[in-house]
Nanobody, 126 residues
Framework: QVQLVESGGGLVQAGASLTLSCAASTRTFRNYAMGWFRQAPGKEREIVASISGITANTYYADSVRGRFTISRDNAKNTVDLQMNSLKPEDTAVYYC???????????????????WGQGTRVTVSS
């Protein structure tokens, strides 16, 4: 029912910054809990950060807390992930995901996600 499109991935050196953006095609974006996830080759998809729909509360994985910032613009139907001090271990395909049914809380697992984007690749070289 909703299409999510990620952009902003690329190849950067360790220590650099990069901003990812996710655009949603829904008229009720304000109700969606949104999140960013990543998956490295041979590993499970894991949550990176999330933001609730109604309250805009945020959640961060321990590995990125203090370096990454998630934000949303309900007027533009977008959710961004500002990534600073990137490390080689941040290399992965990053996915945008959302759920319209948990508006007041943050997504904390891939199991909470109803809709996924196609992913955007982030590569951090040493």
């Amino acid at each position: 029912q909703v299409q999510l499109v990620e952009s902003g991935g690329g190849l950067v050196q360790a220590g650099a910054s990069l901003t990812l953006s996710c655009a949603a095609s829904t008229r009720t974006f304000r109700n969606y809990a949104m999140g960013w996830f990543r998956q490295a080759p041979g590993k499970e998809r894991e949550i990176v950060a999330s933001i609730s729909g109604i309250t805009a509360n945020t959640y961060y994985a321990d590995s990125v807390r203090g370096r990454f910032t998630i934000s949303r613009d309900n007027a533009k139907n977008t959710v961004d992930l500002q990534m600073n001090s990137l490390k080689p271990e941040d290399t992965a395909v990053y996915y945008c995901g959302g759920s319209p049914r948990i508006s007041w809380i943050t997504i904390t697992s891939t199991s909470n996600v109803d809709y996924w984007g196609q992913g955007t690749r982030v590569t951090v070289s040493s």
